[in-house]
């Protein structure tokens, strides 16, 4: 199993954990989970190119992707800008300007998932 294999199964498995929050009702974790998983997704995109990032910005990935990979990011980029903020604001108060959980919605969990879907399976059409 290569690293690239590795970070595409945790990102699946990523995106059931936002499902599975998303039932139960955890919408604020189940946002960050969908950022976690395109996190792992477009990681594992890069290292099938013989790429590597060390950070949370997925819009910063989505541009290196386009820049380093010279693939086409505008079918994904407002997806990456949209999930790009669920890292800090989903978790940590003081980001959020109020408690995580109280703010996030089951309309803003769907969104991320669905956001979070359209990603993987670009990256999955883009792989090595």
Not at 13 to 37: H, I, K, M, P, V
Request: charged content about 30%; cysteine-free.
């Amino acid at each position: 199993m290569t690293e690239r294999d590795k970070w595409l199964m945790q990102a699946v498995r990523d995106l059931e954990t936002a499902r599975n929050s998303l039932n139960s009702g955890d919408y604020y974790a189940s946002a960050f989970w969908a950022q976690q998983a395109v996190e792992k997704a477009l990681k594992a995109l890069l290292l099938s190119w013989g790429r590597s990032y060390r950070g949370h910005d997925l819009v910063e990935m989505g541009y290196l992707v386009r820049d380093e990979l010279g693939l086409d990011v505008s079918p994904i980029i407002d997806d990456l800008r949209a999930l790009t903020a669920h890292y800090t604001t989903s978790r940590y108060p003081d980001a959020a300007n109020a408690v995580p959980y109280e703010i996030y919605t089951r309309a803003d969990a769907e969104e991320a998932l669905e956001r979070a879907s359209r990603v993987i399976e670009w990256v999955r059409r883009n792989l090595r």
